[in-house]
């Protein structure tokens, strides 16, 4: 059982490009979430989605967007990278009232 | 406004010392109360949780947490400490319903002397 998995490990992106971090999970749950870790802080929620076709915002959804078209996959696109968006991303998924399995993580740098 | 606070930053105890981790929370409805552990990059795994119940809650790797609604606080503890516990440690608070829309503290390194 694979459980969540995040692709790719590690990104360096330049100002302006793009990218799509990929999440899969194959545990059927419903609930999927992006969290991005700045050095030193906690988890800060990007998006989540409670079953396909819906998703909503987090705390910190600008500059990111997110589709969720099947229950296995959760991709989180950045469409004009910014220094500011250096950081670790952590999928995670979940049943209903229950705690979060989170993927490996990917680690991006925008230089 | 919803929050989590853990007082420190960074904890050094000596291998097969007590520990005490602090967690304190500021949520408007009756709380879902984690902690998770995060060893060096790796994703976060779950130690333990409260939904309701027992205010005493046991975990993995012999950590407990008492959730002390009076005080709003839900600290970690683990009788004697092992080297591999080195690691970093997050408490987390969220909502009934859907409760991996999850508010974090900032977390607190935990490093073990030999």
């Known amino acids: 059982n694979a459980g969540v998995t995040q692709t790719p490990k590690f990104r360096i992106l330049k100002i302006g490009q793009s990218m799509t971090l990929q999440c899969t999970q194959d545990m059927n749950h419903n609930y999927m979430y992006w969290y991005r870790q700045d050095p030193g802080m906690g988890l800060k929620l990007i998006y989540y989605s409670v079953g396909a076709g819906i998703t909503d915002k987090g705390e910190v959804p600008n500059g990111y967007n997110v589709s969720r078209s099947t229950t296995e996959d959760f991709p989180l696109r950045l469409e004009l990278a910014a220094p500011s968006q250096t950081s670790v991303y952590f999928c995670?998924?979940?049943?209903?009232?229950?705690?979060?399995?989170f993927g490996n993580g990917t680690r991006l740098t925008v230089t | 406004a919803q929050s989590v606070t853990q007082p420190d930053i960074h904890i050094t105890v000596s291998e097969g010392a007590s520990l005490e981790l602090r967690c304190n929370y500021s949520y408007g409805a009756t709380p879902y109360l984690f902690w998770y552990v995060q060893s060096p990059g790796q994703g976060l795994q779950l130690l333990l949780k409260?939904?309701?119940?027992?205010?005493l809650v046991q975990g993995i790797k012999g950590f407990e947490a008492e959730f002390k609604r009076s005080q709003s606080s839900f600290n970690l503890r683990k009788p004697s400490v092992h080297w591999s516990d080195a690691a970093e440690y997050f408490c987390?608070?969220?909502?009934?319903?859907?409760?991996?829309?999850?508010?974090f503290g900032q977390g607190t390194t935990l490093q073990v002397k030999p």
């Open positions: 409260y939904f309701s119940g027992d205010t």
């Open positions: 995670a998924s979940s049943p209903q009232n229950s705690p979060l399995h």
């Open positions: 987390a608070v969220g909502a009934h319903g859907i409760t991996g829309k999850l508010i």
